[in-house]
């Protein structure tokens, strides 16, 4: 699986992004997908994560409520929507896939591929 992610950017505290990951290469369906982010000197963190039917995520504590991750299977492709932005979720975003991988679970294992990052910037 190849993931090529894009959407990234600068934006305004309070603004907004999205997001998208679109995978090629195998079944895309099999796989549940991830979002990580790795801020400026530290090291990468888990986001949020969704099933491979899209019915279920997960997202930790620091995003719930601003972020949300959705997929369109029929596109091989997963989103983040990123709402109420603020500094601290200035970050190098990375796509993830694991196969047969629950949306929790994405941040417990080590992903089977990785997208090449996408820069997010937020000013305040």
């Known amino acids: 699986v190849q993931l090529q992610a894009s959407g990234g950017g600068l934006v305004q505290a309070g603004g907004s992004l999205k997001l998208s990951c679109t995978a090629s290469?195998?079944?895309?369906?099999?796989?549940?997908m991830g979002w990580f982010r790795q801020p400026p000197g530290k090291e990468r963190e888990f986001v949020c994560g969704?099933?491979?039917?899209?019915?279920?995520?997960y997202y930790v504590d620091s995003v719930k409520g601003r972020f949300t991750v959705s997929r369109d299977n029929a596109k091989n492709t997963v989103y983040l929507q990123m709402d109420m932005l603020n500094p601290e979720d200035t970050a190098i975003y990375y796509c993830?896939?694991?196969?047969?991988?629950?949306?929790?679970?994405?941040?417990?294992?080590?992903?089977?591929?990785w997208g090449q990052g996408t820069q997010v910037t937020v000013s305040s």
């Open positions: 993830a896939a694991s196969q047969y991988t629950t949306a929790q679970n994405m941040g417990h294992t080590r992903p089977d591929y």
């Open positions: 290469g195998r079944t895309f369906i099999s796989y549940g």
């Open positions: 969704i099933s491979w039917s899209g019915d279920i995520t």
